[in-house]
């Protein structure tokens, strides 16, 4: 039988990622294409900056899972 449980996480996994990776893929590429170099950089900077404090949110929850885990 399959774990649909973790087929689940996997593909919320993948989705993730791969929006992630078009945005900056495609949306920093763009940026090259009609502005340059400089303006690519400063866009990914502007792009790692945005996700900084998605990232910081995932991290805490992910600790808060894992010490609840560990309590139990």
């Known amino acids: 039988m399959t774990n649909l449980k973790k087929y689940d996480n996997q593909t919320i996994t993948r989705l993730i990622i791969g929006g992630i990776l078009i945005i900056f893929i495609i949306g920093d590429g763009l ?17 790692g900056v945005g996700l900084l404090p998605m990232g910081l949110i995932i991290l805490v929850i992910w600790l808060m899972d894992w010490i609840v885990k560990r309590a139990k």
């Open 31 to 47: 940026i090259y294409l009609f502005y340059g170099i400089e303006a690519a950089g400063m866009g990914l900077l502007c792009l």
